[in-house]
């Protein structure tokens, strides 16, 4: 079932007077399913964040239609089910965490014991804790992006709206992050999340959407990706001859040409046939990689193929 | 309900903890011994102007507050998209007006209270040291007249609500909430000169600039009729139709601005 679908969603911005207008959104369809990661990723400007307002009511489409559940969204109608972290939260700089917390929770509509218990849950996940009563002024990026996370996913939320949540964060808060969106996965919850890390995005989404120029361009599916099944070799091969080719497709190998370079992806169950025929045929192994093809090789051909 | 009442508490909070309300604070405190200190000087007039600092020390504070503190606790939220944060929660736009209104207008009175008793104190030693020159004075039309200037606080943080719902940065809703206030202080004065027999020999003053003014007389808070440093200072009394009248035009000028600026925020989109 369809959680949230924007359909054919168009959105002007008016800078001012004597000024030009901005197409921020033109006719983004896409939709979102219930429990799934849903990466949305673009250049500056594609119009992701501009998507993500919409979606909070924070700003209205100037044509087309967002669902939630079926029904065209109306003003509070998704709050309650959402967590939504920006992507530079600016927070009250006078309150501490723990007073941040408690406004979230009683606004959210949760008693003081279930507060003080989720609160601390992810105060201890995040490593806040300790800085729980320290004003929110004295806290550093990586812990301002962190006590966000907090914030967004106090009221346990069923859609988590992500937006750029590494960015200021170093590699131990990255793989706290990336540890806790994998669990928000495991609960069943569904994300939806915006960065530019695309290593990010590809390890976590179920789907990827790429926008630019405020359109979706492409939707691609984990499975557009090999090397995220996590049982596939990915080998740089010498050049092969037409029948080779069709040999080593029919064996069960997927390939590839990439800049003249060769590339043969094996799946663990017809790996040793493969590796026979190649042995058989005197076909030199040059090197293995990680990559089936990376999403920033398909993110910089799309992006070039738009721009040309 | 409990959207308001959260916002009204945090807001509160990051009110009083604003470094800038200490240097408000040591102004009045200034204020209220510079009136200790000089208070000899004026011989017969000590009562009266005894009275008249304290409450001009209190008024002076309240402005400094909305005008430094309270316009930041709303206008920074648009301005720094924090707003962005709060509208993502449950809160309707209209819970979020009058959450920040009430919020702010709690800092004001809390910090104001404290200084009211410090002003209490002044008034109290001053009476204490030179009885013979408090004749007319009574506390009653003193704290009358000091309620009087929270009324005026609480009409100005309104505006400012108001104009922070219209403008996108802070700078902005500070301009035109002084704006207003000078306005709203100085149209009774304007008005009361139009009417007089010396405006009507003036030739600058059209017929058409005079009904512009009185249109605008309606349209802009008059923040004369809450003050009530005069009869404070001399002891007289105050009539209750005269302190109703202020107090319901208060209620309906804050009424309606929160209304405004409730309806302009449910319109207004935040990129």
């Known amino acids: ?308 | 309900m409990r959207g308001i009442l959260s916002l009204a508490v945090i807001t509160f909070k990051e009110g009083i903890r604003n470094r800038s309300l200490f240097g408000i604070a040591l102004l009045a405190l200034f204020l209220f011994g510079l009136n200790i200190t000089v208070a000899g000087f004026f011989m017969r007039d000590i009562g009266k102007v005894t009275v008249d600092m304290n409450l001009s020390a209190l008024s002076v504070a309240g402005l400094l507050l909305v005008f430094f503190v309270g316009v930041n606790l709303m206008a920074k939220d648009i301005d720094r998209k924090t707003i962005h944060l709060v509208l993502s929660k449950p809160i309707s736009r209209i819970e979020y007006i009058w959450g920040k209104y009430l919020g702010i207008l709690f800092f004001v009175f809390v910090s104001l209270a404290i200084l009211l008793a410090l002003s209490s104190a002044t008034v109290f030693f001053l009476h204490g040291s030179y009885p013979d020159y408090f004749g007319q004075f009574t506390w009653s039309v003193f704290f009358v007249a000091a309620f009087f200037v929270f009324v005026k606080i609480a009409l100005l943080v309104s505006i400012v609500v108001f104009f922070s719902s219209i403008t996108t940065n802070s700078f902005i809703t500070l301009i035109f909430s002084v704006c207003a206030f000078i306005v709203g202080s100085t149209i009774e004065e304007v008005l009361f000169y139009l009417r007089s027999s010396f405006a009507a020999k003036e030739l600058a003053i059209s017929d058409s600039l005079r009904h512009l003014l009185e249109i605008v007389s309606y349209l802009v808070p008059n923040l004369s009729v809450f003050d009530f440093k005069t009869e404070a200072a001399h002891g007289l009394a105050i009539g209750l139709d005269r302190l109703g009248f202020s107090l319901a035009y208060a209620a309906v000028y804050i009424t309606v601005l929160l209304l405004l600026a409730s309806l302009i925020f449910r319109r207004r989109e935040f990129n």
């Open chain 1, 1 to 308: 079932m369809n959680l949230i679908s924007f359909n054919n969603v168009c959105k002007t911005y008016d800078p001012g007077l004597f000024k030009k207008k901005i197409q921020a959104v033109n006719d983004l369809s896409f939709d979102l399913q219930q429990g799934e990661v849903f990466g949305l990723i673009g250049p500056n400007g594609a119009g992701k964040s501009t998507a993500i307002r919409m979606l909070l009511g924070l700003i209205r489409p100037d044509s087309g239609t967002i669902f939630y559940k079926g029904r065209p969204l109306r003003e509070g109608s998704i709050q309650q089910d959402i967590g939504y972290l920006p992507e530079n939260p600016y927070l009250y700089d006078h309150l501490n965490l723990l007073e941040l917390l408690t406004f979230c929770g009683r606004s959210s509509g949760l008693d003081a014991d279930a507060i003080s218990e989720r609160g601390t849950a992810l105060m201890t996940r995040l490593n806040l804790l300790e800085a729980q009563k320290r004003p929110l002024r004295t806290f550093s990026k990586g812990m301002l992006q962190r006590a966000g996370i907090c914030f967004a996913l106090l009221h346990d939320p069923s859609i988590v709206i992500l937006d750029e949540p590494m960015s200021g964060l170093d590699p131990i808060g990255r793989k706290m992050v990336f540890d806790l969106v994998m669990e928000l996965k495991g609960e069943g919850k569904t994300i939806f999340f915006c960065s530019h890390i695309l290593n990010d995005v590809e390890r976590l989404c179920d789907r990827i959407g790429l926008m630019n120029r405020g359109g979706l361009v492409r939707l691609f599916a984990r499975a557009d990706f090999p090397q995220n099944d996590g049982n596939t070799v990915i080998l740089h091969v010498a050049p092969l001859s037409a029948p080779q080719r069709h040999d080593l497709q029919a064996l069960g190998g997927r390939l590839r040409q990439e800049e003249g370079e060769m590339l043969l992806a094996v799946a663990e169950d017809c790996y040793h046939p493969v590796n026979r025929y190649l042995e058989q045929q005197g076909v030199a192994v040059l090197g293995g990689r990680s990559e089936w093809v990376s999403l920033e090789e398909l993110f910089m051909g799309i992006i070039k193929e738009q721009e040309a």
